[in-house]
């Protein structure tokens, strides 16, 4: 059967690449044809195509703290930003799902992919962006 739980108006938004690729809120899944170029277009991708659909029920931050302990757990530790990186990313994504994060830790995230950015493997920080 296949949808959302409680139907369109209760998607809030879709990895659709698998863990590694950009989250797209719902108001562009109503607007991008599920293929690579359109994807790509719409600055996510379809990568390996593992869907992730998460309704308004779920906590989004909490979500992409799930994965970033995931990656920090497979993380191969050959680099610095990766190796520390993802630890950091996820305690902070926690703090701010206690709600006792600081406002500058949404800068310091950004600040972090970026140097994330700059490994081999860029994966960790996509759902970030």
């Not at 562009?28 to 991708?45: N, R």
């Not at 140097?115 to 962006?129: G, H, M, N, R, V």
Request: glycine share 8%.
């Amino acid at each position: 059967r296949g949808g959302s739980n409680g139907g369109w108006d209760n998607l809030l938004a879709v990895i659709p690449g698998g863990s590694s690729t950009p989250v797209i809120p719902q108001s562009v899944c109503s607007e991008v044809l599920t293929d690579f170029d359109a994807l790509v277009e719409a600055k996510t991708a379809l990568g390996t195509a593992a869907v992730i659909v998460m309704n308004k029920q779920t906590d989004i931050i909490l979500a992409i703290a799930r994965l970033m302990t995931f990656y920090q757990h497979e993380s191969c530790g050959q680099c610095t930003p990766c190796r520390e990186g993802t630890g950091w990313m996820a305690r902070m994504l926690y703090r701010m799902v206690e709600g006792k994060a600081k406002p500058e830790e949404i800068d310091m995230l950004l600040e972090i992919s970026y140097q994330e950015k700059s490994t081999d493997c860029d994966s960790a920080l996509i759902p970030l962006l």
